[in-house]
Structures are given as C-alpha cells and as structure tokens.
C-alpha cells in the first residue's frame, strides 16, 4: 500500500501515477490511497499540519501493519537492494508494508515512533507529488527485476 497526503496536482504526474499502477497490479495486489489535504491548513502552524497528517497516516494502519516512511533521511538503496527488500517482504509478511509519503512539512513525532523504517530515494530533495511517480516506478522496477524481467539494465 501506499498513502500520501494531498492530491496530485499535476496531470502529467496523475498519467504516470496511473501507468505504474496499473503495471504493478500485474504482479502483485497494491492499494493507493490519498489523504485529503487539511482544510483550513492556512490557519495552521506547520507543527500542527504534521500533527493532523500524522493522527490520520495511523488511522490507516491496521495491526501488523509494517509502517515505511518515504524521507530524505531513510536508508538509500540500489534498484537491486530495493527489489531484494521487497522479495524478503513478499516471502515473510503476513500483514501489508505500508508505504507512506507525508506531506510538504515531513511526519510528526509520532508517525516517526510508529515507524519500522525510513527510505531514502535520493540524496536530493523532490515535492511530495513528484516523490509519487518516482516510487511508483521504482516499486514496478523492483517487481520485474524479482520476475528477472528486462525492465532494468544494469
């Protein structure tokens, strides 16, 4: 699963968006799932967004839930690394690895407490709609490269 705050925007984004997960859903089921931007987050301190976004990130979670936070300050891994990640998960979980992109301020405290790990895409910095696509394509890289696919050149 995957879960982000805020709707895409962009058009050429929700194209892509689109694309990937229809190719994932060829390997394995996937949920995509949006939060609703805050009303009146105008009004709002940053510190208070994250703490709104934050209590409903964890009320999608169900018990067993494996909670992967997408933050500039995760673990890096190669396509090959990731696609090895998500075969061991594949293989071991019961439950659903919860992927989650917060929104432009980052996660609350407690989002961060309930974590069972942080990924990094990228040393560099993307907006959260952009980080969307990115992982998308990279979850679908993953999967033809688990299937030994010639999706990913090395």
Excluded at 29 to 40: H, M, Q, T, Y
Excluded at 115 to 141: C, D, I, W
């Amino acid at each position: 699963m995957l879960l982000a705050i805020g709707k895409t925007d962009e058009n050429y984004l929700e194209t892509g968006i689109q694309k990937y997960l229809s190719r994932i859903s060829f390997y394995i089921p996937f949920e995509w799932r949006v939060i609703p931007d805050l009303k009146n987050r105008k009004n709002l301190s940053f510190e208070q967004q994250k703490t709104m976004e934050g209590n409903l990130i964890l009320s999608q979670l169900q018990p067993g839930d494996e909670l992967v936070l997408l933050d500039e300050t995760g673990q890096g891994f190669s396509s090959r690394e990731f696609s090895q990640y998500i075969e061991k998960k594949k293989l071991t979980m019961t439950k659903r690895v919860v992927f989650v992109i917060g929104g432009p301020y980052g996660f609350s405290a407690s989002v961060y407490a309930a974590a069972h790990r942080k990924l990094s895409l990228s040393p560099m910095t993307f907006s959260h709609q952009m980080v969307r696509l990115v992982f998308l394509e990279q979850l679908y890289r993953a999967l033809t490269i688990i299937k030994g696919e010639p999706y990913h050149h090395d």
